[in-house]
């Protein structure tokens, strides 16, 4: 067990709603990973960090953001949800001298 | 670049018969590799990891998996499958900023 927890865990919100997905690590690690999974797909990076208030994209950027301002919640905004934003999302820490990643049990949003 | 190509995205096996699970990957240099699984509706658990030591790796629940550098190759392998053992499993390669390339995913179904 990781220690990382995701809220909500499951969310249904109308297209345009802004959105905030939490993730929360009680483990103090400096990487933290949003990912989101769909069918044929595997996962797919959308925003990693590596230190408090130090973020980057990734593979599927576009329609995200996200913020860090303390080392354990990594928050991952979807500012005007797309029904093309219906997914499951992962939230990730990398741990080890090798920063495998572990994963948080997910959140199912879906977009009307 | 960094990725992975999963051969199969369905294998069936019949209980107590040999599981493999294929994957090519494709790397720039000296790739670090890992096989995730994924059990209905649960998050992702780390099955092992390959990071240049050993060719042949072990993980949890009896699986293994080996490293062979001239065929790009780090298929996954099961002497005797459980019926527990049916789920998907992901193939991955870590890439720069130690961001994880995913697989699309190989749905293993174990016949009592």
């Known amino acids: 067990d990781a220690g990382i927890t995701q809220s909500p865990r499951h969310k249904v919100t109308e297209t345009g709603t802004p959105v905030t997905l939490r993730c929360h690590q009680t483990e103090n690690h400096r990487y933290m990973y949003w990912y989101r999974q769909d069918p044929g797909h595997g996962l797919r990076l959308i925003h990693y960090?590596?230190?408090?208030?130090?973020?980057d994209k990734g593979e599927v950027s576009d329609g995200y953001s996200v913020s860090r301002s303390k080392t354990e919640d990594f928050l991952l905004t979807l500012e005007s949800a797309t029904s093309s934003q219906t997914s499951v999302y992962f939230c990730?820490?990398?741990?080890?001298?090798?920063?495998?990643?572990?994963f948080g049990p997910g959140t199912r949003l879906t977009v009307t | 670049a960094q990725s992975v190509t999963q051969l199969d995205s369905h294998v069936s096996v019949s209980e107590g018969t040999p599981v493999l699970l294929r994957c090519n990957y494709s790397?720039?240099?000296?790739?670090?590799l890992f096989w995730y699984v994924q059990h209905p509706n649960k998050g992702l658990q780390l099955l092992l990891k390959y990071t240049s030591a050993a060719t042949l790796v072990k993980g949890i629940n009896g699986f293994e998996a080996e490293f062979k550098k001239s065929e790009t190759s780090f298929h996954l392998t099961k002497p005797s499958a459980h019926m527990s053992d049916a789920a998907e499993y992901f193939c991955?390669?870590?890439?720069?900023?130690?961001?994880?390339?995913f697989g699309t995913g190989t749905r293993l179904t174990v016949i009592p």
């Open positions: 790397s720039s240099y000296s790739p670090s």
């Open positions: 991955v390669v870590k890439g720069g900023a130690n961001n994880l390339f």
């Open positions: 960090s590596y230190g408090v208030k130090d973020t």
């Open positions: 990730a820490i990398g741990r080890g001298e090798t920063y495998e990643q572990y």
